[in-house]
């Protein structure tokens, strides 16, 4: 039934560049991180572990309504505690944010500056700040301000119906209208995810630093250029009077790319009591006050021809944002492209709940809508009684058919076929409930993923040292994904120098300009930057060579000469003939020959910008369902990625597991329960939000194509810390459905869903 056998893929365009770079042995290879020592044995600091004298403690009070004002404030009992030396409330912020701050959304996370009116939005929204001499004295104070509330009832409805929005469509092409109703085979279903936290390990965390003209801000931050830029303006200071650091991050997920409220709190407070103030949110408050993906709900209408193909696919998707924001979680990333289907639309609507500013959270859209795509089509496979992988590489496409565009480079057919052979689908019997192991009924499943491949600029400035190590340091932060380490491999592989010289000095807004780690392009991004650095110190080492007297190089052509090994030689002749780099700045007296590397991003790559640009994947799950118990465990996982070359097999590794795991969370476990009579998420605990355990993981089985992305880059890396999370869902609930016939089509699955089963 099924061919495994590659096609060739002839419509894929004739790379525009000439013979691929072919890169060492460095590229690719499985390294351990080269920070992770500082981790394990705890010398690695986070943004709480910097301590200074004089430092004081801050602790927001949040609010305990989820609708309404504040009638008033009354802080006296708090401002007599001991060790109290500020409380702040929506009296006193605006004249302490600079004059010039902006009002509306500020590339703060929470649009609404904290603190700046009496209006309440959301259970949990900070309503004062408490500072202290210590920590305990602040929790105390906060917990001793007093409000009184004009409450109203807050609006947390789960279900998105409201009459009174208006979508708008962000792709359309041909006519759903009337090619869906006429459509063979149908499905007309609504899926729903809830909203999920990303808690990071971490937590938000800030220490402001004032010296009475420039802050130093402590931030675990996944976009340090973000959070200097946002905070500068916010606090209304200078760019240049603005330092973030941000050296090591417990994770981040999306909610990291901005700053919230907790970081301005912490400035303001220590601009007014000039002391530096560490501010750490709590957990709890980690599920109101630092954002969250936000419910989905979409309906799907899909239609085929009775040989399986596509001829019409519409998605019409809601999602909730908070009173002051207009958050929108683009479920539609990945719908007009995935597929080759000749009509298609997508709509799109935000419904206002009073709940807390969503953001974006790894594979903003495009998880939650892939969950709703990739659900429909398996409904749709079944309806056809055609396999579901099969379904796919029927409808598999080259062109991006939403721009006409060709891909830069689309593998997903193989992603599906290889999937298929590791998993070993062709065993699947795709009767409902027939596969079985022992007392366990065996579920298999299969979805598709895809997210956005994207390149932005960077500067990575590397130093050759006399004392044969190398240095190379930029602004951008390492959330935990592997970024010291590829920065380190990219240098290593531009010069031979071992990666064991060389350090990485990453997470400082006062090093050269690089990216955040965000819509997964950090790695795609700085890894030109890098290459051009090393190149760069190269070129000076080679000046140095030719202009010293004692070299051995002294007036020999540059162009001739060449690093690799870590030594310096004719080009001609091997590495060995020549001298190590550290030789050469000996012999001329410098300590140093210094690399400026600068790379720009895809908007400015006129070449790129004809391709469509995508990283794809396939993911195989399978689920035991144990009728007698009513037990439903994710068993095995085979996740197949093309995300371009692999810099580091190891990290990227990481990033899939990791992801995969987050989807179990996903199918089985995540969702916030906000009470419908003061919008308290309940469950703002790691008791009660439950998340994937070691013993909850299944075993994975990661896999990447590695494919080079010709137009991405040299290396032709793309990144790949959200792809492997989309599609892990959907295959789970197809998993599910074919091991007890029950289609879940609102996460998280639950028991009770299951208990109608009669397999
Ligand atoms: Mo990702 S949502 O860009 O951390």
């Given at each position: 039934m099924l061919s495994y056998l590659f096609e060739p893929d002839d419509t894929t365009p004739a790379k525009p560049q000439a013979a691929p770079y072919a890169p060492s042995a460095v590229i690719g290879a499985s390294l351990s991180r080269i920070d992770g020592p500082l981790k394990t044995t705890g010398r690695a600091t986070y943004a709480v572990d910097y301590n200074f004298p004089r430092m004081v403690?801050?602790?927001?009070?949040?609010?305990?309504?989820?609708?309404?004002?504040?009638?008033?404030?009354?802080?006296?009992?708090?401002?007599?505690?001991?060790?109290?030396?500020?409380?702040?409330?929506?009296?006193?912020?605006?004249?302490?944010?600079?004059?010039?701050a902006p009002n509306g959304r500020?590339?703060?996370?929470?649009?609404?500056?904290?603190?700046?009116?009496?209006?309440?939005?959301?259970?949990g929204q900070f309503v004062a700040l408490a500072v202290a001499e210590s920590f305990e004295q602040a929790q105390a104070a906060a917990a001793a301000v007093h409000v009184e509330y004009d409450a109203q009832k807050p609006n947390v409805a789960t279900a998105l119906d409201d009459a009174d929005v208006t979508p708008n469509v962000p792709s359309k092409r041909g006519d759903t209208d009337t090619a869906f109703p006429s459509a063979p085979v149908q499905v007309d279903e609504t899926y729903s995810t809830p909203t999920e936290m990303h808690n990071p390990m971490e937590m938000h965390s800030s220490i402001a630093v004032w010296d009475g003209k420039s802050f130093t801000l402590y931030e675990s931050s996944q976009n340090v250029d973000g959070y200097y830029n946002s905070l500068s303006a916010a606090l209304g200071v200078p760019r240049e009077n603005v330092r973030v650091i941000s050296r090591f991050i417990g994770s981040g997920f999306g909610s990291k790319l901005s700053p919230w409220p907790n970081s301005v709190l912490a400035a303001t407070a220590a601009r007014k009591l000039n002391r530096p103030v560490k501010l750490s949110v709590s957990r709890k408050q980690m599920f109101t006050s630092t954002g969250h993906r936000p419910r989905t709900q979409q309906r799907m209408r899909i239609g085929a021809a009775p040989d399986g193909k596509l001829v019409s696919l519409q998605q019409d998707y809601r999602n909730h944002s908070s009173i002051g924001d207009n958050f929108r979680e683009n479920c539609g990333e990945a719908t007009p492209f995935l597929y080759s289907v000749p009509n298609l639309q997508v709509t799109s609507a935000i419904v206002k709940r009073n709940v807390g500013s969503p953001c974006p959270m790894r594979g903003p859209g495009a998880v939650p809508g892939l969950f709703a795509v990739e659900s429909a089509m398996d409904e749709l496979a079944i309806k056809l009684k055609m396999d579901p992988v099969e379904f796919r590489v029927h409808n598999d496409t080259l062109t991006d058919?939403?721009?006409g565009k060709p891909f830069s480079s689309r593998h997903y057919k193989e992603c599906l076929q290889t999937g298929a052979e590791k998993f070993g689908w062709s065993r699947r019997n795709p009767a409902v409930g027939s596969m079985r192991k022992g007392d366990l009924i065996l579920g298999w499943g299969v979805a598709g993923a895809?997210?956005?491949?994207?390149?932005?600029?960077?500067?990575?400035?590397?130093?050759?040292?006399?004392?044969?190590?190398?240095?190379?340091?930029?602004?951008?932060?390492?959330?935990g994904t592997g970024t010291y380490t590829v920065v380190a491999q990219i240098v290593s592989d531009r010069t031979g120098i071992p990666v064991g010289k060389i350090d990485v000095v990453l997470g400082d807004s006062s090093l050269p300009p690089g990216p955040g780690s965000g819509g997964s392009t950090c790695t795609a991004s700085i890894v030109p930057g890098a290459a051009d650095g090393a190149d760069a110190a190269v070129k000076a080492l080679i000046a140095i060579a030719t202009q010293t007297n004692s070299s051995p190089f002294h007036e020999q052509d540059p162009a001739t000469l060449t690093v690799s090994k870590g030594r310096i030689h004719v080009m001609s002749k091997p590495a060995e003939s020549g001298i190590p780099f550290q030789e050469v700045l000996k012999l001329a007296k410098v300590d140093s020959a210094t690399g400026k590397g600068k790379a720009g991003g895809l908007g400015s790559d006129s070449d790129a910008r004809n391709y469509s640009m995508h990283s794809f994947g396939a993911q195989f799950a399978e689920v035991e369902w144990d009728p007698g118990i009513?037990?439903?465990?994710?068993?095995?996982?085979?996740?197949?990625?093309?995300?371009?070359?692999?810099?580091?097999?190891?990290?990227?590794?990481?990033?899939i597991v990791g992801a995969v795991v987050m989807g179990v969370g996903m199918a089985l476990m995540e969702q916030t329960i906000y009470d419908p009579r003061n919008g308290h998420p309940v469950n703002d605990n790691f008791a009660d939000y439950l998340v994937p355990t070691h013993a909850d993981a299944p075993s994975i089985d990661v896999h990447f194509l590695d494919i080079p992305d010709p137009m991405i880059g040299q290396y032709g890396a793309r990144g790949i810390g959200e792809i492997?999370?989309?599609?892990?869902?959907?295959?789970?609930?197809?998993?599910?459905?074919?091991?007890?016939?029950?289609r879940v089509r609102n996460l998280p699955v639950r028991i009770e869903d299951l208990l109608a089963s009669e397999v």
């Open positions: 403690y801050g602790v927001a009070a949040g609010s305990t309504v989820g609708n309404g004002t504040i009638r008033s404030i009354d802080t006296s009992a708090a401002e007599k505690m001991p060790g109290v030396l500020l409380i702040l409330d929506h009296d006193d912020i605006g004249d302490l944010l600079h004059p010039s500020s590339g703060i996370g929470e649009g609404r500056i904290v603190l700046s009116n009496n209006n309440v939005g959301y259970w058919e939403s721009n895809s997210w956005g491949a994207g390149r932005r600029g960077s500067e990575v400035t590397v130093v050759l040292k006399d004392d044969g190590t190398v240095q190379a340091s930029c602004a951008s932060q390492d959330i009513a037990k439903l465990r994710v068993s095995r996982v085979v996740s197949v990625i093309d995300g371009g070359r692999i810099i580091n097999k190891k990290t990227a590794t990481n990033q492997g999370l989309a599609g892990i869902a959907p295959a789970i609930t197809a998993a599910v459905y074919h091991a007890t016939g029950i």
